[in-house]
């Protein structure tokens, strides 16, 4: 079970209400804020505490107590005056991990500029990512961990079905590796190097993004 923190949501739209439901099913602390009655009242039943607040008023945040809190999330879309008012008040005001969600390129390096910890781009990132996976059939899920490096998980193949991991050489021949296999609900940490593949076996492969690419073509 991981540590329980406190975590406040700034903003109730799609994006701060899925990510105050996800923390609070994670065992977390949230406290939900919105300009916006309405949506503060489906949230009180959600939430640890919402409020009806405006985050752009400094005093306001104060008498709340945000700067007791580590991390914040600003979820503010279309108000970016609004959105990037609130970065500024919660980095002087000391919050130690400020993550904001972000609506443009121009609205990113304001962010940044104004020291925001963690800028995200959800719709700019789930397009990427819908338009990845289904540009290519083999490949399950990914997570980026660079431009140029990646973890992805891929869907054994026929052709390399009853093959060890020593007949594929992966390493060697691809620079990848194989972090783990998983056959259903069973996950096997670091396979020994005599595991025979099966078909449908979901294979976590780490490497350069190349490399991936090459294993995909080659070996699968
Ligand atoms: P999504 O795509 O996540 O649904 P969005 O990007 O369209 O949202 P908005 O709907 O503009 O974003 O804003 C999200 C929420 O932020 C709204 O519920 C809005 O009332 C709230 N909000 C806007 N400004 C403030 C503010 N200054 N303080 C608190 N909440 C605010």
């Known amino acids: 079970m991981p540590e329980r923190k406190q975590f406040v949501v700034i903003g109730l739209g799609r994006f701060g209400g899925s990510v105050c439901k996800e923390l609070v099913n994670q065992g977390h602390e949230v406290l939900a804020m919105d300009t916006d009655e309405e949506k503060v009242n489906i949230y009180a039943n959600i939430a640890t505490h919402a409020v009806v607040a405006n985050s752009t ?18 979820a503010i879309g279309d ?22 969600k972000a609506k443009n390129d121009y609205h990113h ?19 990427r990512r819908v338009a ?7 490949v399950i899920d990914f997570i980026e961990l660079s431009d140029e490096y ?3 998980e891929l869907i054994a193949t026929a052709k390399i079905e009853g093959k060890t991991l020593i007949d594929l050489d992966i390493r060697a021949k691809y620079g990848v590796t194989i972090l783990a296999i998983k056959k259903g609900d069973d996950i096997n940490i670091s396979p020994q190097p005599d595991y025979e593949i099966c078909f449908g076996d979901l294979l976590i492969v780490i490497g350069h993004n190349k490399d991936i690419r090459r294993f995909e ?4």
Do not use: C, W, Y
């Open 132 to 138: 990845q996976q289904m540009s290519d059939e083999k």
């Open 217 to 220: 073509d080659i070996a699968m």
């Open 109 to 127: 390096k304001v962010l940044e500029k104004i020291g925001a910890d963690q800028i995200v781009h959800p719709e700019m990132d789930m397009g």
């Open 57 to 74: 008023d400094e005093s306001a945040l104060k008498s709340l107590g945000i700067r007791n809190f580590d991390n914040v999330v600003v």
């Open 79 to 100: 108000n970016i005056q609004a959105s990037i008012l609130t970065t500024l008040v919660l980095k002087e005001m000391g919050v130690k991990n400020v993550l904001v």
């Open 150 to 152: 990646s973890i992805v």
